[in-house]
Structure formats: C-alpha cells, structure tokens
C-alpha cells in the first residue's frame, strides 16, 4: 500500500469527507483528492499535519511501518461535546421557564444562565481537547443548533423588560399584540441569518 492508499484508508476509516480532511490540514478538497488519486504528493509539512490528524507516525504514512509506542492517543469526537452542551442548554432554558412558572421571580433566569454557561463551558472546553478532524464540524453543529437555546433567553428577557418590566425568561402576550409578534419576528430571523451562516462556512 502506498501512501496515497493510505491516506484515502486513514480518511475513511476517521469519517471524513475529502473537503473535511482538507479543512483539517489547511489545503483544498481538489488537493485532497490528487494526494489520494497519486497525482500529487503532500509536502513535509502537510505529511506532519495528516499524521496529526490522523494520530499516527510520520513513518506510518510514509512507509507503511507499525506507529511508534510513544503514538497519540485516540481523542474524543467534539460532536460528543456537542450533544453534551446542547442538552445542558436545554435543560436550563427548560428549568427557567418551570422555576418561573411556579416562583415568578428572577431566579429562574439566573439558574437558566447558569445552566446554559455550564453548557458553553463544556463544549469550549471539551473541543479544544478533541480531535482535531472533528472541530470544524462541531464548531457548525454547536451553533445550528444553540443558538436557538441561547439567544431564547436574553431576547426574552429584553422584550419583557420593555414591553411589561417583568423579567420573564419566555415572551409575555401583552397589548399591542404586534409587540409580541415583532419578538418572534427577530428571534427566528436572527436565528436563521446564524444558520444560514454556518452553511455558508461549510460550502
């Protein structure tokens, strides 16, 4: 097996796409592709960073040989980190509006911020420690999907403030209804701008 072949083996068996693998390694996808398909070699310093990417030796990709003793452990995947902050988020937008419901007092807000911050704290945390291939998709995923949670909160307790001086952590209906519908409006627009720049990212 040469060292195209190993390079498409070690990319498959990681989950990658072709345009994944070059994100990892700062190249292009047509790059990618050319080391696979043998028309072109990755230079040293590109050899160091798939070995990295990968967690094997130099040698391993170069020759074929067995990775030393001293080789890199397996990272956790950050889309573990993920899931781990986005149920964390949800727990606590969850917590807010249950405390609220029952207390009517601005504890609720502060256990959902705390919750939520735990969130962000162990996706931040968490991803700086993961596999290296992993971050730049989880990095898109995270945010898809929390900023939903996270934005919930503030925007709610902004138009709250405003519209009625209770701290809520979910939109009160008060007259004039258009207030409440010009909530929604920006909540879901700023949502979707964020998506749809994080698909942007990927392309």
Known sequence: MNLSARIQRLR???GLSQEELGEAVGVSRQAVSKWESGQSMPDPDHIVLLSQCFHVSTDYLLKGTEDFPGAKKERTDAHVFVIVATVLNFIGLMIAVAIWYETQTVIAL???VVFMALGCMVYG????????????QAKRKF??????LLSFLPLSFCYNIFMTGIPSPYPIVVSPIPGY???????????????SLQKEKRK
């Open 12 to 14: 498959k068996e990681k």
């Open 110 to 112: 502060i256990v959902g």
């Open 125 to 136: 945390v968490g991803a700086m420690e993961s596999e290296e291939s992993s971050k730049s």
């Open 143 to 148: 945010w898809t999907l929390n900023i939903w």
């Open 181 to 195: 519908l010009l909530f929604w409006g920006v909540y879901i627009m700023m949502c979707c701008g964020v998506v």
